[in-house]
């Protein structure tokens, strides 16, 4: 990581909804904002980790365009008396570092919000929350690869 801005939360509230969220890392370079999810992986890994990573990382960054501003969470390594405040003031781009393999993630935010305040509707209730679960758990990707994109941009290592 190369950033001062570690662990940046944001909230988003719909209707009777909200979900607190936190991105591992903000980087600002050259007039952009980028919000990077880190993944450790070393050797093998299964594909289903990628693609939930890939969806993390496009969840974290449709919440955010809704937000005017991250806060530094408490338990951040670099946290201080007075936690960072990062003012969303540009577009965002998303990254996953996935492994030391750095991916561009780019979807449509209102889709990825829709699918997830379904989920978060349908958690309040034990039946519907086990029927979501029953249709979509491990399937997420099925539904929304046609609202989300990614693609490798370089290495880090």
Request: aromatic share 16%; with cysteine; glycine share 6%.
């Amino acid at each position: 990581s190369v950033s001062e801005y570690l662990e940046m939360g944001g909230v988003f509230k719909y209707s009777d909804i909200e979900i607190h969220f936190s991105i591992d890392e903000v980087q600002k370079k050259k007039g952009r904002i980028y919000l990077v999810e880190h993944k450790m992986v070393s050797g093998d890994y299964e594909i289903w980790y990628l693609l939930n990573s890939i969806i993390q990382t496009a969840l974290y960054g449709s919440l955010a365009q809704y937000c005017t501003s991250l806060k530094q969470a408490r338990w951040a390594p670099n946290f201080e008396l007075e936690p960072r405040i990062l003012d969303l003031d540009k577009p965002c781009y998303s990254r996953l570092n996935f492994g030391g393999t750095l991916y561009r993630v780019t979807f449509d935010a209102t889709q990825v919000i829709r699918f997830f305040l379904t989920k978060a509707r349908a958690s309040k209730n034990w039946n519907t929350a086990k029927a979501f679960d029953a249709t979509w758990k491990f399937k997420e990707w099925s539904w929304l690869e046609q609202f989300i994109h990614y693609k490798k941009i370089g290495n880090l290592k």
